[in-house]
């Protein structure tokens, strides 16, 4: 178990720029989570995948957000024509699914756009 | 609609004094309830978690957290405070029919030496 990572740890770019992010899940587990978290405040839940579906996304997800899980292992999280206020901490999680489900994260990725 | 309350955004003890870090919930049904930690420039790693099996939860590095359903409440205490304690805490709700977790603003404990 070598727990949930992120890649890239750091991202810098300019507005209007698009930027993906990968996030590995711990092995065998089936749900992956995408959460953002800005200065001062509390991740807030962007999207989930239970395998390669996308079962749930937040309003905070507007359409210039995508995210895939293709094979129902790894995922990515695109933003396309970055602006100022989208950055923030990216932060991925996963958990196994069941009864009392605990869901564990990844180091994030932090997106400065200029 | 579900949501958290952390009560006090920056908390200061002495290194050996009690640790009480606050947070009340809001929810329709009765929630998971969880307490997480974040080292600078991490992660969140589970504190412990609240599945309506005891009120009394212990978790790793000697916290532990007592679901109180009259106050709504599910505050964080230590009994001694570690230099190491040092970090932002952040509470959690969860219902048991979703899958996204409802995080308050956090907590940033300092531990005065």
């Known amino acids: 178990d070598t727990g949930v990572s992120q890649n890239p740890r750091h991202k810098i770019t300019k507005r209007g720029q698009n930027v993906t992010f990968r996030c590995d899940p711990i092995?065998?587990?089936?749900?992956l989570y995408w959460y953002r978290q800005t200065l001062g405040q509390g991740p807030e839940f962007l999207t989930y995948f239970q395998n390669e579906a996308q079962l749930e996304k937040s309003r905070l997800l507007s359409d210039r957000f995508s995210a895939e899980r293709p094979k129902g292992s790894f995922s990515t999280l695109e933003i396309q024509r970055t602006e100022q206020g989208d950055s923030a901490m990216y932060l991925c999680a996963s958990s196994l699914g069941g009864d009392f489900d605990t869901q564990y994260f990844g180091p994030g990725t932090r997106l400065t756009v200029l | 609609a579900q949501s958290v309350t952390q009560l006090g955004s920056h908390v200061s003890v002495s290194e050996g004094a009690l640790v009480l870090l606050r947070c009340n919930y809001s929810?329709?049904?009765?929630?998971?309830l969880f307490w997480y930690v974040q080292y600078p420039n991490q992660g969140l790693q589970l504190l412990l978690k609240?599945?309506?099996?005891?009120?009394l939860v212990k978790g790793i590095n000697g916290f532990e957290a007592e679901f109180k359903k009259s106050e709504t409440s599910f505050h964080l205490t230590k009994p001694s405070a570690h230099m190491s304690d040092a970090a932002e805490y952040f509470c959690a709700v969860n219902l048991p029919s979703s899958e996204k977790l409802t995080f308050g603003t956090g907590t940033r404990l300092t531990i005065i030496p």
């Open positions: 609240y599945t309506s099996a005891a009120t």
């Open positions: 929810s329709s049904v009765p929630p998971y």
């Open positions: 092995s065998e587990h089936n749900r």
